[in-house]
């Protein structure tokens, strides 16, 4: 694909925004993730002549260890579940 010179420089400036965002990768992603699709739907609809978000490097996502209760927090968790079969236990007023 070949860009314009205006193109160019609104990829770049969307590249910069993105090195440049305080944003944790995968709120980038999401963002630039909107930016492809709005310009795909442009140009489906005729809108754009091409999708100049496709000239954008977006960082790699950040691979995360799936969160886990503490027996704390569990213990809490079911206390708290266990008083909606209670609703006095749990702080709920008397249905009428």
């Avoid at 860009?3 to 990829?11: G, Q, S, T, V």
């Avoid at 496709?54 to 995360?64: I, L, Q, S, Y």
């Avoid at 969160?67 to 709920?92: H, Y």
Wanted: charged share 25%; glycine share 6%.
């Amino acid at each position: 694909m070949v860009l314009n010179e205006h193109d160019k420089r609104r990829a770049a400036s969307i590249r910069r925004m993105i090195r440049a965002s305080p944003l944790v990768p995968d709120s980038v992603l999401g963002g630039s993730g909107f930016c492809l699709k709005s310009f795909a739907r442009g140009r489906k609809r005729n809108l754009v002549s091409h999708n100049p978000a496709n000239a954008v490097e977006v960082p790699a996502p950040v691979e995360r260890a799936p969160a886990i209760f503490t027996p704390d927090q569990v213990r809490t968790i079911l206390e708290f579940a266990r008083g909606f079969s209670n609703p006095a236990k749990a702080g709920c007023a008397k249905a009428p």
